[in-house]
C-alpha cells in the first residue's frame, strides 16, 4: 500500500518527512518553503488554535487583526529587530503585471507600477502594531492594551522542513502594553506559563520553562522566556516564546502615555507567539514507525468504528450496533467516525487510521454480533482486546484520559532518560554524540564561551531553566564560576 | 465627547467612515489602503466566521491552508482570471533586504536577493490551489474535494474604504472539485444558498440571490452566482459570489481523474467567497445617526448593565442586582456585560453603547431598587421602558428574538420600497437619481446595452434574479425583445 514509513531508528528525519506526508497532514508546495496545510493536518491545528484562543481570552486578551505588510521605514524603525529580520524577509516592490508585448504576451512585472517605498512581507509584527499603538495610547487609562492576531507571516529560510522551518507559517502574536515594567514582567510570564499548560495538559508534551540567553533572544527583546521539548532523537525543539520588549518599541515608535500622577512615560511591551511548528513537535514527541500518535484532546477524531462484514445483509446488521455507539459516543462529547465505506478494505483502513494517529479503533464483525463484544484497538499502545458492547461507552471515556495521561508520562519519562548532568567538556562532548537529549551543565555566562560550545558541538543554551538551583559550580568548558546550571542541546 | 456623527442625510459616505472609526470597528494603517481591524470590530468578524465555518463543516466542507504567494507561471495558467487580476497585484521580487553602506546604513532592497521567478500575493487562490490538486486527484475516488480556506488576500485598489474595498482583506475561499458537472453547479447553488441563509438569519440584512451577467463575472468563472443586499443610500452591494469554474483550472492546471467507467476527464470546479466587506454591508444595513445597531445573534455584547450611582455604598447595592442578572442572563446563553467602571460616568457609556450597537442596555439606580425595576433601552428603536427585575430574563430573551426579526423586517421593508419595476429609459434615470434602489428593467441580454447604460447612468446589472418570472417585454435601452426583467443598481 506504500504506506510502510522508514523507521525512526533507520533515518528520524526521513521518517518524519515521511509521516507528515502519509498522514495527510501537509506537503511542499510549488512556492520554494512555503507549505500546503492538509485538510487532516489543519484540523489538529484548528483543535489547537481553538484551545489557545479560548486560554487567552480566558485571561483578558481580545483578538484583532494588523497588516500584512510593513512599510520598509517603519520595519526599521527599531534597529535590533530589524537587523534580525532584514536578511529573510520577503519584499513587495511593485503592484501591477502587465503583457509583455516582446515575449507573447506573457506577464511581467510592469516597470511603471513601482512602489514608491517598498513593503516587507510582516516576518513578526511589531512594527505595524507599535505604530498602530502610538495612535491608542494617549493615557494611562488606554493601558493595558491586550491583544493577540492569528495571522501568516513570512521568514525566507534558506532550508526548510514542513511544520518546522517553512518560509511562510501560521502563528499567533500577542502585543501588550503596559503602564509599568512589573505589569508588563508579569505578562510575559503568565504568557509563557499558558503556553507550558497548553503543551503539556493538550499536546502531552512535558516541558522546561526558562529564559534565553543574550544569543538566542527574540531580535528587539530583553529578556525572551521560552519552553523548550524534547523529541524522539534526543534533539529538543523551542515550543513558544514570550518576550519582555522594555520600552525598545515604545521609544522607536514614540509611544508615551500620560500616567495617573501627571507624568509622561514610554510603554512597556511584551510579545509572544507559538505557530505551526507546534505540529512539528506534536508529531515528533509521540509517534512511532507506524505513524502518527495523537493525544485524544487534539484528534480530530478520536474514535473510529470499522465494520468487518461479507454482503450487504451483514453490514446492516453490524451497522445497527455501530450507529448506536456513535450516537452514545457523541452523546459523551467524543468526537467518532464511522468508516463503512465499501471502497476500501478493513485492512486498508486500519492501517490508515494507524498512519493517521486515531487514538481508538473499535471494530465489529458477525462474531462480535453473536457474542455481543466489539474489539477495541489502542493507537498509544497498540494493544487490542475484547469489550463487551454495553462497557464500550465507559471503557472509550477512560481511555480518552488515560490514552492522555500515558503519552505524558512517556514523553516526560523519555525526557528524564535523556537529560544528564555533566561536569567536564569531554563528558559534554561523549554524552551528546551517544545519548542525547538535555545536558545540565555549568556555563560561565558569557556568549563567548556559550558561542565557542556551539561551534565545537552544534549545542546550544537551550534555556537557563527557572526552576535551577542555586549551586556553586565551574563551566563545562572555561572552568570559569558559575552560579547555576542551564540546559544545553542540539536543537531544531 | 467627539462622539457625534454626521448624518446618513447630510453625507452617507461620511457618515459611514466616522462610525466605522467611532465605533472602534477598523481604521486605516500606515500602509496604503490597508486596514487595522480593531478588538471590537474583529470580534464581530469571529462571529461571522464561527457562524460560516460551521455551515460549511456540517455541509461537508474541510478547512486547509495553501501557499500566501503565487509563482508568476502558475498565476498566468489560467489566461482569463490571469487577465483579471493582473492589474492589481503586489509583487514579491526579493527575498532580503541590506544596510546601504552610501547612507548611514539605511535598510535597502538587497539586488543579490532578486527572485528567480517573482511570486505574486494572492489576490485569490484558484491556481496555487488547482496546481496543488493535480498531486490529489487521480481517480473519480478522490472527489469530490470540497476545502475551504480562510485567508488574507490581496488586491491593489486604488479607490479603497474601510471593510468596502481594502487592498488586504480577509476572507474565506471554498475551493471544490467535482466528478460532473451537474455536481459542480449543485455545490455552487448550495453555498449561493448558505450565503443567503446565514446574510438573512444572522446579519438580518435581506439578499437576492441570482446570476451575473458575462461583464460581472469572477475572472475564469463559467457562471457567478451571487446575493445582493441593498444599502439605505440605496446602493447595492455585492455581499457574497459563488463560481461554477466549468472545466478551465482543470485544463489550465492538466487535472484529470479516471472515471468508474474507466475514462480519463477533466475535473469540474467551484469557488465561492465572502469577505470582511460584509462587515460594511452589516454596518449600512441597520446603522443610524447614533452609531453602530447590531442584530443580537452577531454582537459581541449583547446586553450591557450600567449602574447610575453615588458612592461606593450605593454601588454595592446596585452590583448586587446587577450581579444576579448577569449570573442568570449568561445561564441563558446570552452574553453581557456589567460596566462598573468609576473613570467614566454613565452618560459617557450610554453614548458609547449606542455607538458601539450593543442591542439592550439595562441601567439600575437607586429609584430601581426601590421599585424592583430597571431601566430597559433597545438600541434598534431608540426606546426605553421599566421593567420588573424579576422579569428581566424573559423579556431580554424575548427581544434577542424580536431584535434581530425588526432588523431584517425594516430593512426588508426599505427593500421593497426601493425596488422599481420601470419600463423606459427616462423614467429608468429619474428614478436611479431621485430615489435610488434596484431598478427591475428589461434587458436585451448584450454586454454593449449593459455597458452602454453603466456609461450613462453609473448602474450595473447586480443580478439576474433566480425568482424572476418569464415575462415578454422590450430592453430599457435598445426596446430588444427580453424574456426576463434583471435588477439594475448602481453598486458598492
Redo the contacts between chains.
Keep these: 500500500m506504500g504506506k510502510n514509513l522508514t523507521s525512526r531508528q533507520e533515518d528520524y528525519s526521513k521518517w518524519y518527512n515521511e509521516l507528515v506526508v502519509k498522514a495527510d497532514l501537509a506537503?511542499n508546495?510549488?512556492?520554494r518553503g512555503?507549505?500546503?496545510?492538509?485538510?487532516y493536518g489543519?484540523?489538529i491545528w484548528?483543535k489547537m488554535q481553538a484551545q489557545l484562543d479560548k486560554m487567552f481570552k480566558e485571561t483578558g486578551h481580545?483578538?484583532?487583526?494588523?497588516?500584512?505588510?510593513?512599510?520598509?521605514s517603519?520595519?526599521?524603525a527599531e534597529e535590533k529587530n530589524?537587523e534580525g529580520f532584514?536578511?529573510?524577509?520577503?519584499?513587495?516592490?511593485?503592484?501591477?503585471?502587465?503583457?509583455d508585448p516582446d515575449n507573447e504576451g506573457?506577464?511581467i512585472?510592469d516597470p511603471e507600477a513601482k512602489l514608491e517605498e517598498?513593503?516587507?512581507?510582516r516576518p513578526t509584527s511589531e512594527a505595524?502594531i507599535w505604530?498602530?499603538y502610538k495612535?491608542w495610547i494617549q493615557s494611562y487609562?488606554d493601558l493595558p492594551i491586550l491583544?493577540n492576531q492569528w495571522?501568516?507571516v513570512?521568514r525566507?529560510e534558506m532550508r526548510t522542513r514542513l511544520f518546522l522551518r517553512t518560509a511562510?507559517f501560521?502563528w499567533q502574536e500577542g502585543h501588550t502594553a503596559h503602564a509599568t515594567k512589573e505589569e508588563a514582567l508579569a505578562e510575559t510570564e503568565q504568557m509563557n506559563n499558558i503556553y507550558a499548560e497548553f503543551a503539556e495538559t493538550f499536546m502531552a508534551m512535558p516541558v522546561i520553562k526558562g529564559s534565553k540567553t543574550e544569543n538566542e533572544r527574540f531580535a528587539g527583546a530583553l529578556e525572551t522566556y521560552c519552553i523548550e521539548a524534547l523529541m524522539q532523537d534526543g534533539k529538543a525543539l523551542q515550543a513558544g516564546t514570550s518576550h519582555f520588549l522594555g520600552q525598545n518599541f515604545a521609544k522607536a515608535f514614540d509611544v508615551k502615555f500620560a500616567t495617573k500622577e501627571g507624568g509622561l512615560e514610554y510603554v512597556w511591551a511584551t510579545s509572544w507567539g507559538v505557530s505551526t511548528r507546534l505540529m512539528g513537535a506534536l508529531i515528533m514527541t509521540h509517534s512511532d514507525d507506524k505513524g502518527l500518535v495523537l493525544p485524544p484532546k487534539l484528534a480530530p477524531t478520536q474514535v473510529v468504528i470499522v465494520p468487518i462484514y461479507k454482503g450487504e445483509e451483514q453490514l446492516a446488521e453490524i451497522s445497527k450496533t455501530a450507529n448506536k455507539l456513535v450516537e452514545e459516543l457523541r452523546a459523551q462529547g467524543i468526537s467518532v467516525k464511522y468508516d463503512d465505506r465499501d471502497?476500501q478494505k478493513p485492512g486498508w483502513k486500519f492501517a490508515q487510521y494507524e498512519m493517521q494517529g486515531v487514538p481508538v479503533r473499535l471494530a465489529i464483525g458477525p462474531k462480535d454480533l453473536e457474542k455481543g463484544t466489539v474489539e477495541l484497538a489502542r493507537r498509544d499502545t497498540l494493544t487490542k482486546e475484547f469489550v463487551k458492547q454495553e462497557e464500550v461507552i465507559e471503557k472509550v471515556k477512560g481511555l480518552m484520559e488515560e490514552i492522555q495521561e500515558t503519552l505524558f508520562n512517556k514523553a516526560r519519562d523519555y525526557r528524564k532518560e535523556h537529560t544528564t548532568k555533566v561536569d567536564n567538556f569531554d563528558e559534554f562532548k561523549k554524552v551528546l554524540k551517544e545519548k542525547g537529549g538535555f545536558i545540565s551543565a555549568h556555563w560561565d555566562g558569557t556568549s563567548e564561551t556559550e558561542n565557542k560550545i556551539k561551534e565545537l558541538t552544534k549545542a546550544t543554551i537551550r534555556c537557563i531553566p527557572f526552576d535551577a538551583k542555586k549551586e556553586q559550580g565551574a563551566c563545562v568548558l572555561t572552568g570559569k564560576p558559575s552560579a547555576q546550571r542551564v540546559l544545553f542541546a542540539k536543537a531544531y
Excluded at 512555503?34 to 485538510?39: A, S, T
Excluded at 517598498?118 to 512581507?121: G, N
Design positions: 506537503e508546495s510549488a512556492v512555503c507549505m500546503v496545510i492538509k485538510p489543519f484540523a484548528e481580545q483578538n484583532a487583526y494588523f497588516p500584512l505588510f510593513v512599510p520598509k517603519l520595519f526599521e530589524a532584514a536578511k529573510e524577509c520577503a519584499v513587495v516592490t511593485h503592484y501591477r503585471l502587465k503583457n506573457k506577464l512585472v517598498e513593503l516587507v512581507v505595524i505604530n498602530t495612535g487609562r491583544v495571522a501568516n513570512v525566507w511562510e501560521l471502497t
